[in-house]
């Protein structure tokens, strides 16, 4: 018993350990990526999508951001009661979605940041035309994705430039299902918990990995883009994963071209 207690004791010491310096390495290295990269590209009157908990870093005396989320406040912290049930929460001022930005007119924008957001959309390529269609001429688009080698999506399939596509031409309730019950199956192996949890994720409209990418498949994506819509971009910055294994994430910075 006493042996038992002290590899239990050993474990969660690993745990601390290694939850301790992924805080430290985001919060010294990734975060000041990040933040240096927004002092750098990033002013005057822009949105931000999502995960408003952790806003990106901008320079205040230059920049001016109003947040944007599919849900209000109150229907956040219902949803996503573990995540966010004791977090300071951003003001929201826009309520629509990242692939819908109805509330926000067409070429108002001089940036838009969406941080660990692209693997969220059911329909990224949707996504992208509303951010060409809100940004100005020679406006900002800023994106930090996780690759998918270094989150709990490492064991899924990479999503494909056709299955994209086919999300873009032909959204499909069907499709949808497929998706929550992939990121249901991260947690569970029985078919029925894996069943019972798409369907519970699904009726909250909780907003899972519905796809996962490495950084050559989202500039396939964004290469689509420019060859077969109106919408255009030039990739003009990329921060690639690091080695280190504490960086889980690449950046893409483009220009819209109108």
Same mark, same amino acid.
Request: proline letters at 2%.
């Given at each position: 018993?006493?042996?038992?207690?002290?590899?239990?004791?050993?474990?969660?010491?690993?745990?601390?350990?290694?939850?301790? %310096?992924?805080?430290?390495?985001?919060?010294?290295?990734?975060?000041? %990526?990040?933040?240096?990269?927004?002092?750098?590209?990033?002013?005057?009157?822009? #949105?931000?999508?999502?995960?408003?908990?952790?806003?990106?870093?901008?320079?205040? *005396?230059? @920049? /001016?951001?109003?947040?944007?989320?599919?849900? =209000?406040?109150?229907?956040?912290?219902?949803?996503?009661?573990?995540?966010?049930? /004791? @977090?300071?929460?951003?003001?929201?001022?826009?309520?629509?979605?990242?692939?819908?930005?109805?509330?926000?007119?067409?070429?108002?924008?001089? !940036?838009?940041?969406?941080?660990?957001?692209?693997?969220?959309?059911?329909?990224?390529?949707?996504?992208?035309?509303?951010?060409?269609?809100? %940004?100005? /001429?020679?406006?900002?688009?800023?994106?930090?994705?996780? =690759?998918?080698?270094?989150? !709990? =999506?490492?064991?899924?399939?990479?999503?494909?430039?056709? $299955?994209? #596509?086919?999300?873009?031409?032909?959204?499909?309730?069907?499709?949808?299902?497929?998706?929550?019950?992939?990121?249901?199956?991260?947690?569970?192996?029985?078919? *029925?918990? #894996?069943?019972?949890?798409? /369907?519970?994720? *699904?009726?909250?409209?909780?907003?899972? $990995?519905?796809?996962?990418?490495?950084?050559?498949?989202?500039?396939?994506?964004?290469?689509?883009?420019?060859?077969?819509?109106?919408?255009? !971009? =030039?990739?003009?910055?990329? *921060?690639?994963?690091?080695?280190?294994?504490?960086?889980?994430? !690449?950046?893409?910075?483009?220009?819209?071209?109108?």
């Amino acid at each position: 018993m006493f042996y038992k207690f002290k590899q239990t004791l050993k474990v969660l010491k690993q745990k601390w350990l290694i939850w301790t %310096i992924n805080i430290i390495y985001y919060y010294f290295k990734i975060r000041k %990526i990040r933040k240096n990269l927004a002092y750098q590209y990033i002013k005057w009157q822009g #949105i931000e999508i999502w995960w408003l908990i952790n806003p990106n870093p901008v320079n205040h *005396k230059t @920049t /001016k951001v109003k947040y944007v989320d599919y849900l =209000d406040e109150e229907s956040l912290k219902k949803n996503y009661n573990n995540e966010l049930a /004791k @977090t300071d929460l951003q003001k929201i001022d826009y309520i629509c979605k990242a692939d819908n930005l109805d509330k926000i007119n067409s070429d108002s924008q001089d !940036f838009v940041i969406g941080n660990h957001l692209f693997e969220h959309l059911n329909n990224p390529i949707k996504a992208l035309l509303e951010r060409h269609r809100v %940004i100005k /001429k020679w406006g900002i688009v800023f994106m930090a994705i996780p =690759d998918k080698r270094r989150t !709990f =999506d490492e064991k899924r399939e990479r999503t494909t430039l056709d $299955h994209i #596509i086919s999300d873009y031409i032909s959204p499909s309730e069907e499709r949808d299902r497929e998706h929550y019950i992939q990121y249901a199956g991260i947690k569970y192996e029985d078919p *029925k918990e #894996i069943e019972k949890e798409a /369907k519970r994720l *699904k009726l909250i409209n909780y907003s899972i $990995h519905y796809h996962v990418f490495l950084e050559e498949d989202v500039l396939e994506i964004i290469n689509r883009c420019n060859n077969n819509t109106y919408a255009k !971009f =030039d990739t003009f910055y990329v *921060k690639h994963t690091a080695k280190n294994l504490w960086d889980n994430e !690449f950046i893409l910075i483009l220009k819209i071209k109108k």
